[in-house]
């Protein structure tokens, strides 16, 4: 028999014993993974395992305006949960909760009659007294939490800007949407101990992980104007019939929108889910979503630049119409305005004086001071779906396409985007990013988040800034704006009459009638930008169908805010009356209203007037356009 050698069994003992070893430290190091990095994570899996939760939703934070008003909060109601496993009679259980909440019980023996189900929601946005109610009936398997529902305290106020939630409370639109993360606060939850089916283990009870709720969002709208922006878009329903209207007001020195108020629209604690088409179209704000062509008040832009390029004449001749690579585009008086200086081109509007601004700058100038105005890019706006402007590509871009660019077609711009670029025009040259927040405000008062004014860019000089408002003021107080003039207070502003297409052509009577003023009140400089889309009837001119919203709406500003006349009324524009037109011919019609110091358009063929606006004997600023239809007696 061979000798077992000494040394090969040691080796084999300090083999194993360092197997052992090694299997201890991996069971070491598994058990160390297990309870120590993964621990946490672990025992909230088995906790989820031996429990049931019932959520707890957070009261949705506040949304006021400027001043501290409430726009919409947060009340609270009950959810009832029951567990199908825990009761005794799903039909008695069902009868129970009709009774007390009021709901039909075979709708409750449907949802609460199932096998397999941890948990079912039974009803939803019960009252405090059914609720209580319900409790006092001790019935095993029935759990009542309390929820929270939102109420709009303004209802139909702000519409598209404040938007609404979906019956879980998330943000669909508007304020609600975009600041959703924050107005949402943290869910919080009931946890009860059940066995492998879903049963109450006897003995247990429930414990509560209270919600945290959300906090306040403060806004920079001012209640005040926002109410008369309202007042003035219904009136413009009421009497035109449009598609749509709609008012923007901004503070021009820090971008803070003070207004925003469009029609339709419907009151937000009663929504029309049964007709999601008007759903939606009342919950859209086109004023952030849309882009048009906005016509003369554009000439803002295309103004500005010329002043600060040096590319002003001393006088401009206007036949009717200009002639560019063989097109003849008309102005928009097709009897022309004859010879005048820059300044009553603006007063009058005419398309020829800024089509040779735009050709004389050329489409290199053109396209870098669009591109500083902010016209073809989004404003940055805390609103949901801004739209970008549209603009032609600049290398393909003819001289007849750049000459309609200077009066405002051929481009398009969003109405927040246009207001944006305006308000850089008067407040020295500062393009600013327009914003609706202006802080988040815990329960306690905490500033939880600022917003403030954000400069994306410069535009044009100090000099140009006040040498453009000067010659806007006179708009109002001299030129087609006469119809947004408040004695004792200086308004400036442009109109726009902008045509509308389809399908790539002009769509006959189809219209944007709107205007474009500012003024000083309240230590502010407020620009209000009014549109009204396809005014119905034969009356599509802003410096009728809009202009006189804005001075509605400034007339009661002025009041409310106790700005006291600063100028005498007597320097204000002198007034005239309306002619009698009815079956004049164009000739007399034409010779009547010149004589009353009026300017006057007219549409159809025929040898007699048959329709005037405004009627005879309406009192009106000299020089304000007027206008009548010819046709057959």
Request: charged share 20%; aromatic share 10%.
């Given at each position: 028999?061979?000798?077992?050698?000494?040394?090969?069994?040691?080796?084999?003992?300090?083999?194993?014993?360092?197997?052992?070893?090694?299997?201890?430290?991996?069971?070491?190091?598994?058990?160390?993974?297990?309870?120590?990095?993964?621990?946490?994570?672990?025992?909230?899996?088995?906790?989820?395992?031996?429990?049931?939760?019932?959520?707890?939703?957070?009261?949705?934070?506040?949304?006021?305006?400027?001043?501290?008003?409430?726009?919409?909060?947060?009340?609270?109601?009950?959810?009832?949960?029951?567990?199908?496993?825990?009761?005794?009679?799903?039909?008695?259980?069902?009868?129970?909760?009709?009774?007390?909440?009021?709901?039909?019980?075979?709708?409750?023996?449907?949802?609460?009659?199932?096998?397999?189900?941890?948990?079912?929601?039974?009803?939803?946005?019960?009252?405090?007294?059914?609720?209580?109610?319900?409790?006092?009936?001790?019935?095993?398997?029935?759990?009542?939490?309390?929820?929270?529902?939102?109420?709009?305290?303004?209802?139909?106020?702000?519409?598209?800007?404040?938007?609404?939630?979906?019956?879980?409370?998330?943000?669909?639109?508007?304020?609600?949407?975009?600041?959703?993360?924050?107005?949402?606060?943290?869910?919080?939850?009931?946890?009860?101990?059940?066995?492998?089916?879903?049963?109450?283990?006897?003995?247990?009870?429930?414990?509560?992980?209270?919600?945290?709720?959300?906090?306040?969002?403060?806004?920079?709208?001012?209640?005040?104007?926002?109410?008369?922006?309202?007042?003035?878009?219904?009136?413009?329903?009421?009497?035109?019939?449009?598609?749509?209207?709609?008012?923007?007001?901004?503070?021009?020195?820090?971008?803070?929108?003070?207004?925003?108020?469009?029609?339709?629209?419907?009151?937000?604690?009663?929504?029309?889910?049964?007709?999601?088409?008007?759903?939606?179209?009342?919950?859209?704000?086109?004023?952030v979503s849309d882009v048009y062509e906005p016509?003369?008040?554009?000439?803002?832009?295309?103004?500005?630049?010329?002043?600060?390029?040096?590319?002003?004449?001393?006088?401009?001749?206007?036949?009717?119409?200009?002639?560019?690579?063989?097109?003849?585009?008309?102005?928009?008086?097709?009897?022309?305005?004859?010879?005048?200086?820059?300044?009553?081109?603006?007063?009058?509007?005419?398309?020829?004086v800024f089509m040779d601004i735009a050709l004389?700058?050329?489409?290199?100038?053109?396209?870098?001071?669009?591109?500083?105005?902010?016209?073809?890019?989004?404003?940055?706006?805390?609103?949901?779906?801004?739209?970008?402007?549209?603009?032609?590509?600049?290398?393909?871009?003819?001289?007849?396409?750049?000459?309609?660019?200077?009066?405002?077609?051929?481009?398009?711009?969003?109405?927040?985007?246009?207001?944006?670029?305006?308000c850089s025009v008067i407040n020295g040259g500062?393009?600013?990013?327009?914003?609706?927040?202006?802080?988040?405000?815990?329960?306690?008062?905490?500033?939880?988040?600022?917003?403030?004014?954000?400069?994306?860019?410069?535009?044009?000089?100090?000099?140009?800034?006040?040498?453009?408002?000067?010659?806007?003021?006179?708009?109002?107080?001299?030129?087609?704006?006469?119809?947004?003039?408040?004695?004792?207070?200086?308004?400036?502003?442009?109109?726009?009459?902008?045509?509308?297409?389809?399908?790539?052509?002009?769509?006959?009577?189809?219209?944007?009638?709107?205007?474009?003023?500012?003024?000083?009140?309240?230590?502010?400089?407020?620009?209000?930008?009014?549109?009204?889309?396809?005014?119905?009837?034969?009356?599509?001119?802003?410096?009728?169908?809009?202009?006189?919203?804005?001075?509605?709406?400034?007339?009661?500003?002025?009041?409310?805010?106790?700005?006291?006349?600063?100028?005498?009324?007597?320097?204000?524009?002198?007034?005239?009356?309306?002619?009698?037109?009815?079956?004049?011919?164009?000739?007399?019609?034409?010779?009547?209203?010149?004589?009353?110091?009026?300017?006057?358009?007219?549409?159809?063929?025929?040898?007699?007037?048959?329709?005037?606006?405004?009627?005879?004997?309406?009192?009106?600023?000299?020089?304000?356009?007027?206008?009548?239809?010819?046709?057959?007696?």
């Amino acid at each position: 028999m061979r000798n077992i050698s000494h040394i090969t069994f040691k080796g084999r003992l300090f083999a194993a014993m360092l197997l052992i070893a090694l299997l201890f430290c991996a069971l070491t190091g598994r058990l160390f993974y297990l309870q120590i990095v993964q621990g946490e994570g672990l025992t909230q899996r088995a906790y989820g395992q031996w429990t049931r939760d019932l959520p707890m939703r957070a009261a949705r934070g506040k949304i006021v305006a400027r001043d501290g008003e409430t726009l919409a909060s947060s009340y609270d109601v009950f959810t009832v949960y029951v567990r199908p496993v825990e009761t005794k009679s799903v039909q008695t259980t069902a009868r129970a909760i009709a009774e007390c909440c009021g709901v039909e019980y075979e709708r409750v023996l449907a949802k609460i009659d199932k096998k397999g189900v941890s948990e079912v929601k039974a009803v939803a946005g019960v009252g405090e007294t059914s609720a209580l109610e319900l409790r006092s009936r001790g019935l095993d398997g029935v759990y009542v939490v309390k929820d929270s529902a939102r109420y709009y305290d303004m209802g139909n106020f702000a519409t598209q800007l404040i938007g609404f939630v979906n019956a879980d409370g998330t943000g669909q639109s508007g304020i609600e949407l975009y600041y959703d993360a924050w107005l949402k606060g943290v869910d919080g939850a009931a946890y009860t101990e059940t066995d492998l089916i879903g049963g109450r283990l006897d003995g247990t009870a429930t414990s509560y992980l209270a919600p945290i709720d959300g906090p306040t969002a403060r806004l920079t709208i001012d209640v005040t104007l926002q109410s008369l922006a309202e007042k003035a878009v219904r009136d413009a329903v009421e009497k035109y019939s449009p598609l749509s209207a709609s008012c923007l007001m901004m503070d021009a020195d820090t971008g803070e929108v003070l207004a925003m108020a469009g029609a339709p629209t419907y009151d937000l604690n009663d929504l029309p889910r049964d007709d999601i088409a008007f759903l939606l179209t009342g919950a859209k704000n086109t004023l952030v979503s849309d882009v048009y062509e906005p016509g003369s008040t554009f000439k803002i832009l295309t103004a500005a630049m010329g002043v600060e390029e040096g590319l002003i004449r001393d006088s401009y001749y206007c036949p009717g119409y200009r002639t560019v690579d063989g097109a003849r585009i008309r102005c928009w008086r097709s009897i022309g305005h004859g010879s005048q200086d820059f300044a009553h081109g603006i007063m009058n509007s005419c398309n020829c004086v800024f089509m040779d601004i735009a050709l004389s700058a050329g489409a290199e100038t053109v396209y870098d001071y669009l591109e500083d105005f902010g016209i073809g890019s989004r404003t940055g706006i805390d609103l949901p779906g801004e739209g970008a402007g549209i603009l032609l590509a600049e290398q393909s871009v003819k001289p007849v396409d750049l000459a309609r660019i200077g009066f405002g077609q051929a481009v398009a711009s969003t109405p927040i985007g246009l207001a944006s670029a305006v308000c850089s025009v008067i407040n020295g040259g500062r393009l600013l990013r327009p914003y609706v927040l202006s802080s988040i405000e815990s329960a306690d008062g905490e500033t939880l988040y600022e917003n403030g004014p954000q400069i994306r860019g410069a535009t044009v000089s100090e000099s140009t800034s006040e040498q453009m408002k000067e010659y806007l003021y006179s708009v109002v107080e001299e030129g087609g704006g006469k119809n947004a003039y408040v004695p004792g207070y200086r308004i400036g502003g442009k109109t726009g009459t902008a045509q509308k297409y389809e399908n790539g052509s002009i769509a006959n009577g189809k219209y944007i009638s709107s205007f474009i003023g500012f003024t000083e009140m309240d230590g502010r400089t407020i620009v209000c930008l009014f549109k009204v889309d396809e005014p119905q009837g034969y009356v599509y001119y802003g410096s009728i169908v809009a202009a006189p919203y804005v001075g509605q709406i400034f007339s009661g500003a002025f009041a409310a805010f106790g700005e006291q006349p600063k100028y005498d009324e007597n320097a204000a524009p002198s007034s005239t009356e309306m002619p009698q037109l009815y079956g004049m011919s164009l000739t007399q019609a034409a010779a009547s209203v010149k004589a009353s110091g009026l300017q006057y358009e007219y549409s159809g063929e025929g040898t007699a007037v048959i329709a005037q606006f405004p009627v005879a004997g309406a009192e009106l600023y000299e020089g304000a356009v007027v206008h009548f239809t010819l046709g057959e007696m």
